[in-house]
């Protein structure tokens, strides 16, 4: 089963050359002389002290690098690309969400065919300036159990996640280690809706999308257990209204929510709610196929 790919992954670009010298460094241009009236040269002036040089911020060729070795990832997502290759969506630990070329890694006896898998902890290497870089190698790294049934389902629903909210290149490794901590807890059957609500908190986080759940939005005043809010994507919580639409949850789910306490009913039920209507806000009406599978089987 796979996700659907990101609007920059449906049309793969008519090459990829692989790149593998430094970037040239900027060449400093040579001052002109001037000159006096009838071609004569003016006598030698003393220099002025240099101005001291800005650092230049790093461009994003420069930022990509061209070749890294050894990198902990995930596959999140791949499909075929012309008849041997794949491209591969990966997550990892330092470099974010990559788009990588996996040449030849159709082919019966490719050594990547059987290591290039969904939720199996890989150690990657790929070279490569543009934002499509080539894989070169990919080895299995072992130590997790493999995800079944429903927890198999709510890999899926969290690889799309990273899809379609992760910008491409933006390290995010606390997220890197809480996403291997999900799947670990996925795996040992800890209880799904929990283990999803807790990541979806920590991708709206780690991206910078979550407001504070504490806090009143409009009086900037701690939230109080016994009232009633909504919560506004772009600034947090404030007390509800009539005319609401969005969904309402008291301040003690807020709370919980805050300091990850989902022991009470009514806070995963209210949660499940929050979270569904945040997470479509930002993904600004993209469907999430997997979470669609995961309501109708009543798990999300």
Same mark, same amino acid.
């Given at each position: 089963?796979?996700?659907?790919?990101?609007?920059?992954?449906?049309?793969?670009? /008519?090459?990829? *050359?692989?790149?593998?010298?430094?970037?040239?460094?900027?060449? /400093? +241009?040579?001052?002109?002389? !001037?000159?006096?009236?009838?071609?004569?040269?003016?006598?030698?002036?003393?220099?002025?002290?240099?101005?001291?040089?800005?650092?230049?911020?790093?461009?994003?060729?420069?930022?990509? !690098?061209?070749?890294?070795?050894?990198?902990?990832?995930?596959?999140?997502?791949?499909?075929?690309?012309?008849?041997?290759?794949?491209?591969?969506?990966?997550?990892?630990?330092?470099?974010?969400?990559?788009?990588?070329?996996?040449?030849?890694?159709?082919? *019966?006896?490719?050594?990547?065919?059987?290591?290039?898998?969904?939720?199996?902890?890989?150690?990657?290497?790929?070279?490569?300036?543009?934002?499509?870089?080539?894989?070169?190698? +990919? $080895?299995?790294?072992?130590?997790?159990? *493999?995800?079944?049934?429903? +927890?198999?389902?709510?890999?899926?629903?969290?690889?799309?996640?990273?899809?379609?909210?992760?910008?491409?290149?933006?390290?995010?490794?606390?997220?890197?280690?809480?996403?291997?901590?999900?799947?670990?807890?996925?795996?040992?059957? $800890?209880?799904?809706?929990i283990v999803l609500r807790k990541f979806e908190r920590a991708l709206l986080?780690?991206?910078?999308?979550? /407001?504070?759940?504490?806090?009143? +939005?409009?009086?900037?005043?701690?939230?109080?257990?016994?009232?009633?809010?909504?919560?506004?994507?772009?600034?947090?919580?404030?007390? $509800?209204?009539?005319?609401?639409?969005?969904?309402?949850?008291? !301040?003690?789910?807020?709370?919980?929510? /805050?300091?990850?306490?989902?022991?009470?009913?009514?806070?995963?039920?209210?949660?499940?709610?929050?979270?569904?209507?945040?997470?479509?806000?930002?993904?600004?009406?993209?469907?999430?196929?997997?979470?669609?599978?995961?309501?109708?089987?009543?798990?999300?």
């Amino acid at each position: 089963m796979s996700t659907t790919p990101d609007a920059t992954l449906d049309a793969p670009p /008519a090459a990829a *050359p692989v790149e593998t010298g430094a970037p040239a460094g900027a060449q /400093a +241009a040579a001052s002109p002389l !001037g000159a006096g009236q009838g071609g004569a040269p003016h006598p030698a002036a003393p220099a002025p002290p240099a101005a001291p040089k800005r650092p230049r911020a790093p461009s994003r060729e420069r930022t990509i !690098g061209t070749k890294v070795a050894g990198q902990p990832a995930f596959v999140l997502h791949s499909y075929p690309y012309k008849e041997t290759s794949l491209i591969i969506d990966l997550f990892t630990r330092d470099f974010g969400r990559v788009a990588l070329i996996a040449k030849g890694a159709k082919r *019966p006896h490719s050594q990547l065919r059987g290591v290039l898998q969904t939720f199996q902890p890989l150690s990657s290497s790929w070279v490569g300036k543009s934002e499509l870089r080539t894989l070169t190698d +990919a $080895e299995w790294v072992g130590g997790m159990l *493999p995800l079944e049934k429903t +927890a198999l389902l709510c890999g899926f629903y969290l690889n799309e996640l990273l899809v379609k909210l992760l910008a491409r290149d933006d390290a995010h490794p606390a997220l890197f280690d809480h996403y291997v901590s999900t799947l670990n807890q996925l795996a040992h059957n $800890e209880p799904a809706p929990i283990v999803l609500r807790k990541f979806e908190r920590a991708l709206l986080k780690e991206t910078g999308v979550a /407001a504070d759940l504490t806090r009143c +939005a409009e009086t900037r005043r701690a939230v109080q257990a016994d009232v009633v809010y909504v919560v506004d994507p772009e600034r947090g919580p404030r007390p $509800e209204r009539a005319s609401d639409l969005w969904p309402r949850v008291t !301040g003690k789910t807020l709370l919980d929510m /805050a300091c990850e306490n989902y022991e009470d009913v009514a806070t995963q039920v209210q949660s499940k709610q929050l979270m569904r209507f945040l997470v479509a806000h930002h993904l600004n009406g993209a469907p999430l196929n997997t979470r669609q599978i995961l309501i109708d089987l009543s798990q999300l």
